[in-house]
């Protein structure tokens, strides 16, 4: 009877540990500075520009995509994503990055892209 208390506390703890976890790993804020990327040790969504003027890199060996961006500020932090480059990557109006900052490098486990809408061009349009 004992051990089904003990049980029972076990998956209690382990349920709100996973919990605690999860809930950490989501409740990432969006961070426009890369000085705060860089300084710090925790997963971050970074958004910025891609760097044009740098192009791109592609290894199809060992499957990474690499680039350069920059924030407002113009701070500028190479980024590499274990996976293939977007399909939209190179009309990009601006790129959102979820990874860490380590040895120099951002390593994204995920890429956004946010592409010009036909809405906004429209609406751009209208205004004058």
């Known amino acids: 009877m004992k051990s089904k ?14 919990m605690g976890y999860l809930f950490t790993e989501t409740n990432i804020g969006y961070e426009e500075d890369f ?9 971050v969504r970074a958004t910025g ?13 060992k499957k990474l995509f690499s680039f350069y961006m920059k924030d407002y ?11 293939a480059i977007p399909n939209n990557f190179e009309s990009a ?7 860490k900052y380590q040895n120099g490098v951002f390593v994204a486990k995920d890429i956004l892209t946010k592409c ?5 061009e429209e609406f751009e349009g209208s205004a004058t």
């Open 116 to 120: 010009p809408s036909k809405y906004e």
């Open 49 to 61: 520009f891609w760097v044009k003027e740098k192009s791109y890199n592609v290894d199809n060996q």
């Open 73 to 83: 500020n113009d701070t500028e932090i190479k980024v590499v994503y274990k996976g």
């Open 35 to 43: 000085s705060n990327v860089i300084n710090s040790e925790k997963t």
């Open 93 to 99: 109006t601006s790129v959102v990055v979820t990874g």
């Open 5 to 18: 208390y003990i049980f029972g506390g076990f998956i209690i703890v382990v349920f709100f540990s996973l």
